[in-house]
């Protein structure tokens, strides 16, 4: 049997991607707080600097 391994595939810094769910707990960009509703969410990929920070997608704004 073979096994074939794939290196994983990370976003480049800067990328954006756009989410919708439905806010159970409390969204919060900025100065504005979203609960119990359907939220729609522009998310932007931070690639981080070094041992310092992680890699992470931030919030960046509602869609609305």
Same mark, same amino acid.
């Given at each position: 049997?073979?096994?074939?391994k794939k290196e994983p595939?990370?976003?480049?810094?800067?990328?954006k991607c756009i989410e +919708?769910?439905?806010?159970?707990?409390? #969204?919060? !960009? &900025?100065?504005?707080?979203r609960v119990f509703e359907?939220?729609?969410?522009?998310?932007?990929?931070?690639?981080?600097?070094? +041992?310092?920070?992680?890699?992470?997608? #931030?919030? !960046? &704004?509602?869609?609305?």
């Amino acid at each position: 049997m073979k096994f074939i391994k794939k290196e994983p595939v990370y976003p480049i810094d800067g990328e954006k991607c756009i989410e +919708t769910w439905f806010a159970i707990f409390p #969204v919060t !960009i &900025r100065n504005e707080t979203r609960v119990f509703e359907k939220v729609t969410v522009e998310f932007s990929y931070w690639d981080g600097y070094g +041992t310092f920070a992680e890699p992470c997608w #931030v919030m !960046i &704004r509602f869609i609305d």
